[in-house]
């Protein structure tokens, strides 16, 4: 009896792992000629074409994990599309009313949208039709937002200071606190899933040249993680926060690379002449 248990225990774990879902990755490519919306497992493997146009499509972001969203140029205009992967169908989606989006395209949480609009930051909720500008009471430029993993606060870049540094803003609070201050080009950061670490591009260990670094937010300590000599930028966490996805061009053109924190060593994901970048992993909460 305990061996038939222990049999269809093993069974069980065993279907669940194989009808558990993948984690994918979003990203950009010109691999195709133009500007393309990829997908990929995060591992690197079964690489997709989800846009195949002659137009320009990029920004690819996350509605859920049946859609996602992207922004398409035709001739001299740009739409939002949502695409639903499953069903393969496309459908236009609004520009927020105080800003049609020409470069960053909107992250979801929940009914939560974040967006970049002329120089500040802003989260529109679907459910109230509200929309609040969460920069509004600073000076300067604010740019590459990210949420965090949990949905409940926004990492930005804010040159207010006079320098760029990041920023987190608390929605339920409203509350705004910095979270670098080195005088360096500190821009595009993540939080890590448990709130420990903060991520971000920096020319803080070689002035000019953006790095991926990693900060510790209780000891303040700051590591270097790309230490190269190309340009690093935009990384992301993967759920459970062990390993991060970022563009790098050190080897001649911009390919996507994962690094994992336990091992401390690096993989590159895309390997072809053309830009692929902009990693988008789905949060899952």
Known sequence: ???????????ILLILSCTQEKESLLFSSSRNGNSDVFIMDIDGENKKALTQTDFEEW????????????LRQTEDSIFRVKLNLKTKKESIIKHPTN???????????????????KNDIF?????????INITD?????ANYPS??????????????LGTNELFEYKVDSKKTHQLTD???????????????????????????????VLKDLESGDIKNISESSGMELIARFSNNGKKLYYGSNKDDNWEIYVYDLDTKSQ???TNNQEFDGDPRILKIK
């Open 137 to 141: 009471n600073l000076d300067g430029v």
């Open 1 to 11: 009896m305990i061996k038939q248990n222990t049999f269809l225990l093993l069974s």
């Open 99 to 117: 800003c049609a989006l020409d470069d960053k395209n909107i992250l979801y949480s929940y009914e939560l949208e974040l967006y970049p609009c």
């Open 123 to 131: 989260i529109f909720n679907s459910i109230t039709n509200e929309t």
């Open 267 to 269: 993989t590159r994901l």
């Open 59 to 70: 920004g690819p972001t996350w509605i859920n994990k049946n859609e996602i969203s992207f």
């Open 147 to 160: 949420w965090s993993h949990d949905g409940k606060s926004v990492v930005f870049t804010s040159n207010h």
């Open 182 to 212: 080195s005088k360096s080009n500190n821009e595009r950061g993540e939080l890590s899933p448990n709130r420990k670490f903060l991520v971000y591009s920096s020319d803080y260990f070689n002035k000019g040249n953006q790095d991926i």
